[in-house]
């Protein structure tokens, strides 16, 4: 019997997705009985807890829908078929919204005081995540009204496409006459809507959304029937043609009326971005449990930067430049191994981090994950907007390629030079994001619905300050290298923010990166685009300092407070998955939770 790839991948899941379940059911048996003593209560909730069932079958609940009321996105020469995701039809939100409300009824029914810790934060997690999704629902359901006036057509659409999915069979003749009668309506629309002045710019990508969606839906409807019904061949063809077209100049004259509401000055550098403003930042901020103010990072960031400037003065000074840091930074840059050379120098500084951290015994590291994490050459594309090596389950290495112009060689090479890269290697690598992925594919791998890059990135860039603060910088140059980027990351949270709170335009925040930061010019410029361009949410910039000084200060609570040592705590928080670190701090101190769990941890110290 021939199994498809995707009927085997399908089938393997849902035995994982089965036994996880099993395992929950005899977990919470096992929490009852007093034959939970033959192991740490920490050990018996590492793969699941009383309330993850719930959150795997929300999972696959809602993955359901969306799958279901998806268009799929015709594969002609493989059997495994794709989707195309668009913007949900009023039908699909209305499912999503009916079964994200079934799973808040099913929480609630829940005894929350009589389950453990572990569950409470699994119950919190999809309270949260349904909360979040609702809101997020809610929000497109008012914005989808306020658009539909200029897309009166899309039920007509959408009811073909209800027709397709269980294969109603339709009249050719009819369908043609329906798609010619809905052209006619499309230009009709496009000439009164060429008579709007503007249109906000979140009216418009969504209007646009819309339009590429019912462009992707109607696709569906035609590849599903044309070539197997006679009729629908011989008559739809030309007006499905003609329609599809017009949609496509539709959709592009929605967005050309697109105003941005902002009071961004003009700029120069190219860069588009959407800034969200203040408050989109603030409800975005408690979402991923964050109880700061845009202004209150801001000034996180500063008071950071002064700490780096000290320490970078101090380099400088022991390096012959005295406070000219800038100059003892270009000695670093120039430092730069020849073209052809950085993969050997990756393998190096991997190597000397691991060493460090195995000899100070920081962390448990499997021996297949050492063995198994790959090496990658970034692509010059890519590295237009990733000028530095990137990584997870492999490392990409950023430097130049021959189709590069001398003067994009060079600072591409100066950006990557082993001082800098010392600093970063692990956080690419072990035990930054490959353990991550290692480890949190194989502990309570359900949570990964829940991540959020306070905890992604805050892990790996934890790893950074915490092996600065361990002396694995020992030379200035390599203090140079390693504060090079704390800067930046700093940087990163200032210039982030200030544009998405309107007050810098991109280019400002290029120029910031390289006379604050001592940045070259276009591995700036790469970063900026990142940032905006690069379809990173807009708090993902803030989230690398912010989670790492979160874990720090968890650190300082359990293992500067003689709690834990060192390698219990990174276990121990590695294996809670991508959470936020506010509840990884609850799981490790036992922190009192309400079912209506909102964020309060002031983890940092303006102060001191």
């Not at 646009?208 to 029937?225: C, E, S, T």
Request: a neutral charge.
């Amino acid at each position: 019997m021939h199994i498809s790839k995707k009927d085997y991948l399908s089938v393997t899941r849902k035995i994982f997705l089965s036994s996880a379940l099993i395992l929950g059911q005899l977990l919470f048996i096992n929490a009852s009985l007093k034959a939970q003593k033959i192991a740490p209560e920490s050990e018996i909730y590492e793969q699941a807890t009383e309330v993850s069932g719930k959150l795997i079958q929300y999972g696959q609940d809602i993955n359901a829908i969306r799958e279901f009321y998806t268009p799929y996105r015709l594969n002609p020469t493989g059997e495994e078929q794709y989707k195309q995701w668009v913007l949900n039809s009023p039908e699909q939100r209305k499912r999503l919204i009916e079964v994200n409300n079934d799973y808040l009824q099913k929480l609630a029914a829940i005894d929350f005081n009589s389950i453990s810790v572990y569950g409470k934060v699994d119950y919190i997690l999809l309270k949260k995540k349904i909360n979040l999704e609702l809101e997020n629902l809610q929000k497109e359901e008012v914005q989808y009204n306020s658009i539909k006036k200029y897309i009166p057509f899309a039920g007509e659409i959408y009811f073909l496409e209800k027709q397709r999915r269980r294969g109603v069979s339709l009249d050719g003749q009819q369908v043609a006459a329906k798609l010619d009668s809905i052209l006619k309506e499309v230009k009709t629309d496009e000439a009164s809507f060429s008579k709007v002045a503007s249109l906000d710019m979140t009216l418009a990508v969504k209007a646009q959304q819309a339009v590429i969606g019912l462009k992707g839906r109607l696709k569906n409807v035609y590849d599903f029937y044309y070539g197997y019904d006679p009729m629908f061949t011989w008559w739809v063809p030309a007006p499905y043609k003609l329609l599809d077209s017009a949609l496509t100049v539709y959709s592009k004259q929605l967005i050309q009326k697109g105003k941005l509401l902002t009071t961004q000055k003009p700029d120069s550098s190219g860069i588009k971005g959407v800034p969200i403003g203040r408050d989109a930042l603030i409800s975005q901020l408690n979402a991923e449990m964050i109880p700061y103010t845009p202004e209150e990072l801001i000034a996180l960031a500063n008071k950071e930067f002064a700490w780096c400037d000290k320490e970078m003065l101090k380099a400088s000074q022991e390096m012959g430049y005295g406070n000219d840091w800038k100059k003892a930074l270009e000695k670093v840059k120039n430092s730069y191994v020849p073209a052809g050379k950085q993969p050997e120098l990756i393998v190096k500084l991997y190597n000397d981090a691991l060493t460090f951290i195995k000899d100070r015994d920081l962390i448990t590291i499997p021996p297949l994950a050492e063995e198994t994490w790959g090496m990658i050459m970034m692509t010059p594309q890519r590295q237009l907007v990733n000028p530095f090596f990137t990584g997870g389950e492999e490392i990409s290495i950023s430097y130049p390629t021959n189709t590069m112009n001398e003067g994009d060689k060079l600072m591409s090479m100066r950006g990557n030079n082993p001082y800098f890269s010392r600093g970063t290697v692990q956080h690419e690598l072990i035990p930054g994001h490959n353990l991550q992925y290692f480890i949190n594919s194989r502990y309570k791998p359900y949570r990964q619905d829940f991540q959020t890059p306070f905890a992604i990135e805050g892990w790996s860039l934890y790893w950074e300050l915490l092996l600065y603060d361990q002396g694995f910088a020992k030379t200035p140059e390599e203090r140079i290298g390693m504060l090079f980027w704390r800067m930046h990351r700093c940087a990163r949270i200032i210039f982030s923010l200030n544009y998405h709170l309107g007050n810098w335009t991109p280019q400002e925040c290029i120029n910031f990166l390289v006379d604050r930061v001592g940045h070259e010019k276009a591995n700036a410029e790469g970063e900026v685009r990142r940032s905006f361009e690069g379809g990173y949410s807009p708090l993902y910039q803030v989230a690398y300092l912010t989670g790492g000084l979160q874990l720090m200060s968890l650190k300082h609570e359990l293992v500067d407070g003689g709690k834990m040592t060192y390698k219990q705590f990174h276990d121990a928080v590695i294996k809670e998955n991508l959470i936020p670190v506010e509840l990884t701090r609850a799981t490790l101190e036992g922190t009192p939770l309400d079912k209506d769990f909102k964020t309060n941890w002031k983890f940092y110290n303006f102060i001191k």
